[in-house]
């Protein structure tokens, strides 16, 4: 079973280190510490293992060390700065386990660029040795990439010529649509299994400077600090962890108190059928193929401060970021750990109006630096769920709470059902402030807006809606896809999930790619759109994965045959 | 060998009926009039040759018939209007050969849409009978579509439920993005087998209208009258070829000749190793899996004329007219019929004076019918290249003239090499104004700024560009890959030519599809780009063409089988 949950002190692969507005970020895998057997992480190569400390290390820095300006991304080994996903790896992986992987190493690259784009802070590639496909993918994903200049050190993105697949984490796309290389060199450089040095990579705009090694850190240091302007001295981040001053673990520590807050793991249990956390509940039908995923709305004695500095004091425990580290954890878990999990019955239970008075803090307090982290964070969570390839229905029942934020639940499902029952116990489910942009999708609108498209006006009917949406009045909002009276209730829930989960699981994961993203594309949904798509169809032909393919036969004195028909 | 060449007066398909501004389009499929064996054509089902019928019929009417303001498109058969794309046909295909189908029948619609957006055309999808799969598709890429009521006709798309593969032309992409209909009722249609009837199909916003069997005629009629308010008295459209008036080929020639011009047959010349048209000469070099792809651009003695009238005279032998048919014709026949060709080095031939000035005329006129549909026409052939799955290396050499439209060939190629040879014959490109906007990609743009998304700026300075580029001013202007000089010409290519047809075609396809389309998404890009790589991706899943796979055991006594786990 995969563990997507680690912390610094637990690191194999990366070190972190913190000096005030600084960060290093530096990777030195452990070529024997991987996450299966079969293939060891030579030349900073990666498996999912060594990406699960990176996410860590982005997440950890935004909640622990808020005071960073400028993260320096570089490596510990010489003359390699990253060679990308272990190839043997991949050889030898299912193709579920390919796309999953290449899935959480693309949420990565994107949680970075979120983290620039929204926290702004600066990500900086020092390339002080090669980077080759993942490897110039990671810097890719930076603000700023620089290489050292040392006769050798090129960046290249080999998967083309080399290994017949695509560059698995974005590179294609963030090459011509973020970095705007021009079609043609964008061509040439992805079929040159050598790749580019400084000059040309310079030029090209695959780079945005080289430097010659002994000039190197200075150049990046320089960099640096003309980013973190504040900063009057300039601090080194040589060699990472070795670096004078770097090393301070203490004031490290000193600034996390003073302006972080700490990231706890998890309780969770772990049973024969599910897992039990605190707020979120994962109960696994294996049989029927389908899990019931309830996440409970903040407890009636949970303590729900309304100023930042309450909940800055709270920490990890105040419920929103608490009970979405839950649910992010509980995703990643049905995606990697149950694949025959098809469909997720989403479910709520709580007090719709303490989730509202949540939501009132959020909105009253996103220019807080804690407050606008958390719903950032839900958001990317959001992200991760309308991403994963599972269906999701939402099921409101009596004591649900799809409210607010927890209403994205229901607007990110394929489907929902609402029991209407005047006559019973009552359901609704109701809107707050921060449907309205704060947990925005992929496609940069929000759920409403991508559920309204082709009549945008029933957006602003229905966060204008006083107080709760009863079944029939959701219904005539259209938040709702179906509302079974009480009679029809357990039959219809019960056929809907047997139908859903009779058909075939690649034709369902097609298609929902395609209907949960009308509207407008990003760069983000073209990577999980088109470019996911194409690399998931290479993944499987012959002439990566077969006997005769280029995956197959790297690294082995037997080349690759392919079948040239065109396709 | 599939031909894609024919004529109304050699459909088997379809009939076409033209009477003033209104056009009937008829589908009543032969069964037994297949492309290949092994299927019937039952149902109104369709193979690649009823689709090359369709495609013909719409391009006549934009040629043909420009006085047309209405289609009409439905169905002679009773109770059933089209059932979509042949199963048993998919079932048997290869691979590439289904990819090609879709691409080809994705082209068809979206060229229905083009008429409609761009010349004003309306179609209008009359259901006299149940549509599914690819027949609700043709229908959604209709502007409007109204459905027989009576108790019996539905619209659905069973591709999901049924066969385990997605709507393969358009139909998830339009659901939600053309139609905007909301994701959950998209979900729920796309998975229901027998698809919806009038009354919800209408609520949910996947037809336009429906009315019982008795009132369905007359309604279309009235809807078609308000159309073409110029018109006097309702014309019935009533089955088509059958109906009082509409089988008057007399009206419908006087028409065609008042207004339109002939589309005639393309003289070609098939040989062992290419085809020969007046213009295009296609010379394949099998054994080394490459094409090379010649325009020639007008001859010294043809007919240029320079006003509208002129040229409705010369009709399709016009120059820009004959030349992008035979294009056009030659892509098809690359993509179909010699799936082994990897790579198609494009070079043009010809006075680029001659070129230009074409151009100048086009530009002069755009606003004649006429002129406009071949700018159309010159776009559409031009996107259906850069949708072409094959590499494209643009060859500039002395005696080219890739100038304004040619020169589109050279930015729509995934690279260009130019001599460079200042002491010998002088190699040229240049603009013309019809870079500047009249030959859209399908991302909306023009492919100068696809090239320069990163410097928008390049595309005023290369279009205020006065005279020819040569080869050191194209290169400073960033319109070549590389400008070898002449002791290096003939080595680079060779080497070029060997390197790209020796790398994985599975990587190339996909590398091509995520590098050809930075900046914006259309519903267009999406298909073809999103939509129809997962559908390539699940057409190769054991799920649905494995030997328990859905698509393997559709209509057989066997069931399918399907490993369930989530990818």
């Known amino acids: 079973m995969i563990n997507f949950q680690t912390a610094p002190d637990q690191y194999k692969h990366w070190k972190l280190n913190v000096a005030g507005p600084l960060a290093a970020l530096t990777m030195d895998v452990q070529e024997d510490v991987t996450l299966a057997e079969g293939y060891k992480l030579k030349l900073n190569s990666y498996d999912l293992g060594v990406d699960i400390e990176l996410a860590d290390a982005v997440q950890r820095l935004r909640f622990e060390h ?143 400077d080289y430097f010659p090694t002994s000039k190197f850190q200075e150049s990046i240091d320089a960099r640096v600090s003309e980013i973190v302007s504040g900063v009057t001295q300039t601090v080194s981040l040589r060699s990472g962890a070795e670096a004078a001053g770097l090393n301070d673990n203490e004031s490290s520590q000193t600034n996390s108190l003073r302006y972080g807050i700490k ?109 606008r982290e958390i719903l950032l964070y839900m958001a990317r969570v959001l992200r991760r769920l309308d991403l994963t390839a599972k269906s999701f229905f939402a099921i409101i029942e009596p004591g649900s709470c799809f409210a607010g934020n927890l209403l994205e639940l229901l607007l990110a499902s394929d489907r929902s059902y609402m029991l209407n029952d005047p006559e019973g116990e009552p359901t ?66 019960r056929v809907a999930i047997e139908e859903r989960t009779s058909l075939s699981p690649d034709a369902l994961t097609g298609m929902e790619a395609s209907l949960r993203f009308a509207g407008p594309e990003t760069t983000d949904t073209k990577i999980y759109g088109r470019l996911t798509a194409w690399q998931n169809w290479i993944f499987q032909r012959p002439n990566a994965v077969g006997p005769e393919g280029a995956l197959t036969n790297y690294g082995k004195p037997t080349q690759a045959h392919f079948d040239f028909k065109r396709t």
């Open 263 to 371: 990231l706890n793991p998890l309780q969770k249990e772990l049973k024969p059928a599910g897992v039990e956390y605190k707020y979120v509940n994962l109960i696994l039908n294996r049989e029927q193929r389908y899990a019931d995923l309830t996440v409970q709305g903040p407890r009636p004695e949970a303590d729900l401060p309304t100023t930042p500095e309450e909940i800055q004091k709270l920490g990890d425990s105040y419920w929103p970021l608490q009970a979405y580290r839950e649910l992010d954890d509980a995703l990643l878990h049905l995606r990697v750990n149950e694949p025959e999990i098809g469909l997720v019955c989403l479910r709520t239970d709580g007090n719709t109006a303490e989730v509202l008075a949540v939501d009132k803090t959020l909105e009253a307090n996103k220019d807080h630096w804690l407050v």
């Open 66 to 208: 808020p005071q960073v300006k400028a993260v320096v991304i570089t490596s510990l080994k010489p003359r390699i700065f990253c060679a990308g996903a272990n190839i043997y790896m991949l050889g030898t992986s299912s193709h579920a386990f390919k796309v999953n992987f290449c899935k959480f190493t693309n949420e990565t690259r994107c949680a970075i660029e979120d983290d620039s784009h929204h926290s702004g802070r600066r990500y900086i590639a020092a390339l002080n040795g090669t980077a080759s496909g993942g490897g110039y993918e990671l810097a890719i994903a930076c603000d700023e990439i620089y290489l050292v200049d040392d006769g050798n050190s090129a960046i290249s993105l080999p998967e083309v010529p080399l290994l017949g697949v695509l560059p698995g984490t974005g590179g294609l796309t963030r090459l011509v649509d973020k970095r705007k290389v021009r079609r043609d060199r964008a061509d040439v450089f992805s079929t040159l299994a050598e790749g580019l040095k400084g000059k040309r990579a310079k030029e090209w705009g695959l780079i945005n």
């Open 428 to 493: 609704s489910v109701s809107v707050s402030p921060v449907n309205a942009g704060s947990l925005p999708m992929s496609n940069g609108l929000t759920r409403l807006q991508s559920r309204f498209l082709g009549d945008p006006e029933k957006v602003d009917k229905v966060l204008a809606h006083e107080g709760a949406f009863d079944a029939e009045s959701a219904d005539g909002a259209g938040l709702i896809t179906f509302v079974p009276d009480d009679l029809d209730w357990e039959d219809e829930i």
